[in-house]
């Protein structure tokens, strides 16, 4: 594996599924540039994360990356085809699940994305919950995201959370953020003000338990979204995304909303990540500390 020779450092793990299959394909390189800016301004380094033809890599080169944005098709690659896509030689972009597990080998300890995967709706009859689910729950590393994608049952993913023993805590918000939304009546285990305190506190909770945790840090005011707009959307877009399975669900979904939108959940989405992506920064620094 090739491995970012910056375990000491203070490191940003960012994702490459948000990039390919997140925003539409002319959005994807402003966004990685805007992504790994925003860690760097904040004092850290970024580690963007993929799998090129078949090697996972954590700190792609931008001719890596050029070339998974490139490509006619990459795989979403979690944690259970991993290790298909390395086996043939592929080419694969990470979810958070695996961004993390390749990330935490690399020594990397904070990772930042737009917002991570979840309880479906209709999760009673399809099951489908998001891996990230899991692996943050056996991996040290500490989450930075908007919450979960308002897409998901939230109420169930906030409750899976708690039975799988991971820490929620919030950056300058008393509740669990819904993605484009920034509040709701879903509770934190904590909120932080400070993110120097905040990194100390996910230092020593990734050492004491070896598992991981959820940052959650609203969107940008002026680009959030009230609940109500939120769901009206939402259900012209699902009209639209019907048929859609298993790890396709959330980019059509995505897809579909950003469309009827006009755009505005687009720059809703490149604002939050890049949001993330500065706080992952500033907690990173204050972690190695
Ligand atoms: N955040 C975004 N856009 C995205 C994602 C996160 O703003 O597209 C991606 C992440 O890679 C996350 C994935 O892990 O969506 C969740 O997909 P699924 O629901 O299939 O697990
Ligand atoms: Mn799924």
């Known amino acids: 594996m090739h491995l970012l020779n910056r375990a000491l450092r203070p490191a940003v793990a960012l994702e490459t599924t948000i990039l390919v299959h997140g925003v539409p394909r002319p959005d994807a390189p402003s966004l990685a540039e805007r992504l790994a800016g925003a860690v760097r301004e904040a004092g850290a380094f970024p580690a963007t994360v993929g799998v090129i033809a078949g090697r996972p890599t954590v700190g792609l080169t931008d001719d890596e990356l050029r070339q998974l944005l490139d490509a006619v098709h990459v795989e979403k690659v979690n944690a259970s085809n991993l290790g298909v896509v390395i086996h043939r030689r592929a080419h694969g972009v990470t979810t958070v699940s695996t961004t993390i597990e390749l990330a935490a080998l690399a020594g990397v300890r904070v990772m930042a994305t737009g917002g991570i995967g979840g309880v479906h709706r209709g999760f009673a009859s399809t099951l ?17 995201t908007s919450g979960v994608k308002s897409l998901l049952d939230l109420r169930a993913t906030r409750e899976l959370l708690e039975t799988l023993g991971i820490p929620v805590v919030g950056y300058r918000t008393d509740s669990f953020p819904a993605f484009y939304v920034r509040d709701t009546d879903l509770t934190l285990d904590a909120r932080f003000d400070d993110p120097t305190d905040l990194g100390a506190y996910a230092a020593a909770e990734l050492a004491r338990t070896g598992r991981g945790i959820i940052i959650a840090n609203p969107c940008p005011a002026e680009h959030a979204m009230s609940a109500e707009a939120w769901e009206a959307l939402l259900v012209l877009a699902q009209g639209e995304a019907t048929g859609v399975r298993g790890r396709d669900v959330t980019p059509a979904l995505l897809a579909q909303v950003h469309r009827l939108s006009g755009g505005a959940t687009l720059r809703a989405n490149i604002s939050l990540a890049e949001s993330n992506a500065a706080l992952a920064g500033g907690v990173a620094r204050a972690m190695v500390r």
């Open 128 to 144: 489908d919950i998001s891996a990230d689910l899991g692996a943050i729950a056996r991996t040290p590393m500490a989450v930075v």
